[in-house]
């Protein structure tokens, strides 16, 4: 066999997708994780089975289970609004708008009273993010989701969290790459790029001017290392859904 054939394969965008996902719970200790779509799960999962051993998953209903969905424990709803209301669980969710200071939208667009597109409603986005961690998964970066003002505020962001004890918005990925709210300001930085992303294709995707880290030398995402490869290659998603949820790269 030769080096070229022992060597480990080049991990696509998807894979660096879910290596930035799983580092959202990186530190988290015991909460419950709450991710939304196939990378974040796949993020959480990987968390789990490496760096973050005690993070606590949930089937979505009244079971706590393990990566593999082995049940682990049952968590009756009044407890689960114990654990959401004090600040023991960090969600990643999707966004069908977001502005430079976190606030999401996934109810309408347009004018709320009269909007052109009616979506999922606000739902449990304000008591999410003002009680608890919550994350972002974006799958397709645009100006249609990164906006200089959302249609309608559903998560909350830090221009309007008022010193809410719990909230925090830890990260925002998305296909082109990781993003917080390390600022004076509290406005969107771009924390790190994905391999074969420029700052310049970032920029144009997005709707409201970035914070980069200082000198302008944006760092890339980590690399995944063969082991976390591995396992979601073999393991957590062996077939491959990972790709078609952002278009394989």
């Given amino acids: 066999m030769s080096v070229d054939q022992v060597r480990t394969p080049v991990p696509s965008r998807s894979e660096y ?21 196939l ?20 089937d979505g209903e009244a079971l706590l289970v393990g990566p593999d969905g082995e049940v682990e424990g049952w968590l009756p709803y009044r407890r689960h609004l114990t654990v959401v209301t004090g600040g023991k669980r960090h969600v990643m969710m999707g966004a069908s708008q977001l502005d430079r200071y976190g606030n999401q939208n996934i109810s309408c667009i347009g004018d709320w009273s009269r909007p052109a597109r009616q979506l999922l409603g606000v739902r449990g986005a304000p008591v999410n993010t003002l009680n608890n961690r919550v994350s972002y998964w974006v799958p397709r970066h645009s100006t249609r989701v990164f906006v200089e003002k959302v249609d309608m505020v559903s998560g909350v962001g830090y221009d309007r969290a008022g010193g809410a004890r719990f909230h925090r918005i830890p990260r925002v990925v998305t296909n082109l790459g990781v993003f917080d709210f390390e600022t004076p300001d509290r406005s969107m930085r771009l924390a790190s790029l994905h391999p074969g992303v420029t ?20 760092p ?11 396992l979601v290659r073999e393991v957590l998603d062996p077939d491959g859904r990972r790709d078609r949820e952002i278009g394989a790269r």
């Fill in 199 to 218: 700052l310049e294709e970032v920029r144009e995707a997005t709707g409201f001017p970035l914070a980069v880290p200082g000198g302008g030398s944006v």
């Fill in 17 to 37: 997708c879910v290596i930035a996902c799983a580092e959202a719970w990186r530190g988290d200790g015991e909460v419950l994780a709450s991710p939304m779509g």
């Fill in 39 to 58: 990378i974040p799960s796949l993020g959480a999962r990987l968390a789990r089975r490496t760096f973050s051993p005690d993070l606590l998953l949930t």
């Fill in 220 to 230: 890339r995402t980590r690399e995944p290392t063969t082991e976390e490869l591995r």
